[in-house]
């Protein structure tokens, strides 16, 4: 992915106007763990920090976003089957509050769907609470649409539990799936 760089502030005729950054988006690097907790822990409740900083490690890839050679934000994605399907999920999404508003979970969200359908994933799901309107615009902005537990079931049936379980899906949480090509009409089918 190409490297571009921006400066944050412009100055025409006087007045500073602030310019949107291009993200480069890239896989993270070993490198980059101190900031990718520096984001955790000014992004997540206690509770989650521990296992969004554990995420990290596990299976699955990290994508981050960069301006200015700084890391700005990261997706968690990970890959998974149910049934005959094969999915993909952003499991964790954090941008650091110095970088938010200017697209760059947008950014990740877009280039996390495609590296996922671009493996072949029938769908792609995300999760978030009900009252995060950011992240809840973010993945609609990026083509996720909610689906109840009703849409679901009628796609995997009793498999809809294996499918919450892959997502790390919380009681209170709205299920958003991305399903470019109507694929999943019924997984057991
Ligand atoms: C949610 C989060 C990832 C959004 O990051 P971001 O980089 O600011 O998002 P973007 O700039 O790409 O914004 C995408 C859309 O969401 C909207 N948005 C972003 N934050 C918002 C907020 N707090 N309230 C309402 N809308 C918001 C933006 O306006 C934009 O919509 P628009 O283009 O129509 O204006 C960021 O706020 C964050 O890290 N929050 C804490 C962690 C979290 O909640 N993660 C998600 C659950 S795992």
Avoid at 69 to 81: D, H, Q
Avoid at 107 to 132: C, E, I, M, P
Avoid at 137 to 157: E, P, Q
Wanted: proline share 3%.
């Amino acid at each position: 992915m190409n490297s571009i760089h921006h400066s944050f502030c412009s100055q025409q005729r006087g007045r500073r106007l602030r310019v949107k950054p291009d993200f480069t988006i890239r896989s993270s690097a070993p490198s980059d763990e101190d900031r990718l907790k520096e984001i955790i822990g000014l992004s997540f409740p206690r509770f989650f920090r521990f296992f969004a900083s554990h995420s990290l490690d596990s299976e699955g890839i990290v994508l981050v976003c960069e301006a200015e050679r700084l890391v700005g934000g990261f997706a968690k994605l990970t890959e998974f089957s149910v049934g005959s399907g094969s999915f993909g999920c952003v499991l964790w999404l954090a941008v650091h509050p110095d970088f938010r508003r200017q697209n760059a979970a947008t950014s990740l969200v877009k280039a996390g769907t495609n590296y996922l359908f671009g493996r072949h994933a029938d769908a792609v799901f995300a999760s978030t609470q009900r009252g995060n309107l950011g992240s809840l615009a973010t993945f609609k902005k990026s083509g996720y649409a909610h689906i109840g537990f009703l849409g679901l079931w009628r796609r995997f049936g009793w498999r809809v539990f294996s499918l919450y379980r892959k997502i790390w899906y919380a009681p209170g949480e709205i299920v958003l799936i991305h399903d470019k090509a109507n694929k999943i009409k019924r997984i057991l089918e």
